[in-house]
């Protein structure tokens, strides 16, 4: 089973960035996707998340600036980044749940400059 990020970078603020995460080892279609991040000194933290039919939720300081979305055919999820924030500069990772298990990727940086 793997979860590999990409996709993260440095930016200025304003700008954007996509991120993507491939799975491989699982069945992708039937999980249940996360996006988390963790900066320095904080604990992780809920982005997105988007059901196996395309239901999506984000936290209220990411709303109507980042969008989830995700590519069965291609056993990838991906997480698109507009109009960021020095706030915004973390580790990012993605998750993958159902019933029984979890993953986690290894974790992409994103760093947002003022």
């Known amino acids: 089973v793997q979860l590999v990020e990409s996709g993260g970078g440095l930016v200025q603020a304003g700008g954007s960035l996509r991120l993507s995460c491939a799975a491989s080892g699982f069945v992708f279609g039937s999980y249940y996707m996360n996006w988390y991040r963790q900066a320095p000194g904080k604990q992780r933290e809920l982005v997105a998340g988007i059901t196996s039919v395309g239901i999506t939720n984000y936290a209220d300081s990411v709303k109507g600036r980042f969008t989830i979305s995700r590519d069965n055919a291609k056993n990838t999820a991906y997480l698109q980044m507009n109009s960021l924030k020095p706030e915004d500069t973390a580790v990012y990772y993605c998750?993958?749940?159902?019933?029984?298990?979890?993953?986690w990727g290894q974790g992409t940086q994103v760093t947002v400059s003022s």
């Open positions: 998750k993958a749940t159902n019933s029984w298990y979890v993953y």
